[in-house]
Structures are given as C-alpha cells and as structure tokens.
C-alpha cells in the first residue's frame, strides 16, 4: 500500500509538473513589461483572475474526460457535446494553435541548440525537434521523467535570478496603480497559464484518477501562479517605470526585461541565466504542446493511439519543423490579424459549453 500511494504521488506530482512546465514558457521573462502600465497590485488582480478562470476551465476539461471514453481527445468532445460543426471547428481553432506554438517552439529551440552548438548550423531547429520527438514518441512516463529534470532546470534559474536581483527590489516602486491599463494586459496573462490541451492526454496517464487530476491542475496552475507573483514583484520592484530603461520604454519598443534588470542589478551573467531559463521554458512547453498534438491527432483521425505510430509522430513534428525552416513567422502574423485573445477566449468557452451539455442530457 505505501508503495501504491508513493507511485501515485509521483505520478500526481509529475502530472502537476507538466501541467505547469506547459504553462510556463520563455515569453514569462516579458509579463511583468506587458503588466507594467497597470501597476503591481492591478496586475496581481488579473492573475488571481487568470489563474480562478483557468483552473475551473480545466476542471472542466477533467469532468469531460472522465465522460468519454477511454482515449478520447477535444474533437471526440466537441462532436459528442457540440455536434459535427462543433467538431469542424475545434478542429480548425485546435489545430492551429497547436501548431502555431509548435512553430514556435521549433524556431526559439534550434536557435538554442546553434548557440549551444554552433556547428550544427542550418540542422539545429530540425535537431530540437527530433530530440524533443524521441522524447515523446517513448511515451509519458518519459515525458514525465524529462520534464522533472527540465523543470528543475527552470527553477534553479529562475532562483538565480531571484537571487542575483531580490536586495535591489525597492518597494517604493510597487505603489503605483493604474487599474484600467491593467487590463490590457489579459490576453497575454491568459496565454501564459495555457494547458489544457494536455488534459486529455493525462486523464489516461493518471488512469482516469479524478482526484489525482483535479489535485494535479490545482498543484500545476498555482505553482505557475507563485512563479509569476513573484517574477512581477522582482522586475516591478527592480526596474522603474519611466527613463531609459524602465519598464514604459520596454513596453514601446516590445522588449524583455532581462537587458534592463542587468542594467539596474549590474551583474554581467543575467543574460545567460536569461538564456538558460528560457531554453528550459521552451523545452518544457514544446513537450507538453507535442504531447497534447499527438493524442489530438490520434483521436481526430481516429488511428490507433500509441506514441509510436509513425504517422501520428510524423504529423506532429514534420509540419511545425518544415514552418519553422522556411516562414516561421507566418503563424505568428496569422493569430495575430485573428486576435489572439479570440481564440484564448474560445479555447475557454468550449469546456464550460460541453460540460453544461453533458449534463443537461
């Protein structure tokens, strides 16, 4: 029995990992620039807010689940709950933004590993790829066991730089507010707690534990949460507002924080701790992301569900890598004319709709 329970808590806890590790990405180093015009307590607002939303959305997402059959992923759902149009169309909202990330992804990993290892060259993308496809094609307990190690990367990062920067935190700067520029920033705070697309793909890894799942995206979603929280106090309380290289001037100019937090800390190595988180950042996402796509396909095109079918393997980690070689920003202009926060608002609605369906019949 102690054993049963040890294994079940690591599984839970690995779960929750993943459900964080693909919330968290390497755009986190910009949230507290997008935030900042707000202020820090208006923009803890619109996390707490993000953070409820997003955890009941998933809480949704398990109730469906645990509903449909054994194996079952979001177009199974939406055909059930929603019909043959609703199906149509998660088909075309999921999909592009599996791959639209995936793209992404794909891009901001090869040029990690060129950096890492400059001779690769022009096979560095396609080498982030194959890696990260070899990972997930061994299944989830190897995603599971992978993204452990690559999360405590992250975290040991992310801790380098709390603790490199927290003594020059000035409250002072914590005081301003502004509430209704705080709001501008909720299409993007709503993307960084994304994970539901993996729901589907932990109901099974869990064995269709329903308190295992709830207490993994509780444990997932709020961690992500934390980190946040505490990633805005330290670049609002470090870096001011206005001047050269405060935070209003980042804002204009869509720039990260990691060149003015060196600025104003003054150590010569944020940069490559800036480096280092975001690599781990993506590597943990594009993993949850491929996880998520391959059990997406499978139930979409209705193909035997196993992480070894060539096919399913090939159409998750071909296209994406293929974008990324010849127009990588073509997904980022597309979801940007689309309004981006139309489709986070969507990929919202459709749980809520499908689990007031499912229980009104």
């Known amino acids: 029995m102690a054993f049963y329970m040890t294994v079940s808590f690591r599984k839970t806890f690995g779960a929750a990992l993943i459900v964080a590790g693909t919330s ?74 599996f791959y639209s990330l995936s793209v992404a992804y794909v891009a901001a990993g090869g040029k990690f590993f060129q950096q890492l290892m400059p001779w690769m060259g022009w096979l560095a993308p396609l080498s982030f790829a194959l890696s990260c496809g070899l990972i ?15 999360m405590a990367g992250l975290v040991l990062s992310y801790c380098m730089f709390l603790a490199s920067s927290w003594p020059y935190v000035q409250l002072s700067f914590l005081t301003r507010t502004d509430f209704p520029k705080a709001l501008t920033a909720l299409p993007i705070i709503f993307t960084a707690f994304s994970y539901q697309s993996v729901i589907p793909s932990l109901t099974g890894y869990l064995n ?90 499978a139930d979409g095109l209705r193909l035997k ?6 096919l399913l393997w090939s159409l998750t980690f071909f296209p994406p890598t293929l974008i990324a070689y010849t127009t990588p920003d073509i997904f980022f202009t597309a979801l940007k004319q689309a309004d981006g926060f139309g489709f986070e608002v969507l990929k919202e609605i459709f749980p809520p709709v499908k689990v007031w369906n499912t229980r009104l019949h």
Not at 24 to 32: D, Q
Request: hydrophobic share 55%; charged share 10%.
């Open 24 to 97: 968290i990405g390497a755009g986190m180093l910009a949230l507290p620039v997008v935030s900042a015009p707000g202020g820090f307590f208006p923009a803890l607002l619109v996390y707490g807010f993000c953070w409820l939303l997003m955890l009941l959305t998933g809480l949704f997402f398990v109730e469906l689940a645990l509903n449909m059959p054994e194996n079952s992923n979001i177009v199974s759902m939406a055909k059930k709950y929603l019909g043959q149009r609703g199906a149509y169309l998660a088909w075309a909202v999921y999909l592009f933004l």
């Open 136 to 150: 997930v094609a061994l299944g989830a307990h190897v995603v599971e066991r992978c993204n452990l190690f690559l």
């Open 208 to 297: 269709r534990d329903a308190k295992a799942l709830r207490k993994a995206i509780l444990i997932g979603v709020s961690f992500t949460l934390v980190i946040y929280i505490i990633w805005e106090l330290l670049i609002l309380g470090v870096i001011p507002f206005e001047g050269e290289h405060g935070l209003l001037n980042l804002n204009h100019h869509k720039q990260g924080a990691i060149g003015s937090l060196q600025y104003y800390v003054g150590a010569t190595n944020l940069y490559q701790i800036g480096q280092l988180f975001a690599f781990f950042a993506v590597t943990t996402s594009f993993l949850g992301v491929a996880f998520g796509l391959m059990d997406f396909l």
């Open 305 to 310: 569900h196993s992480s070894k079918h060539i």
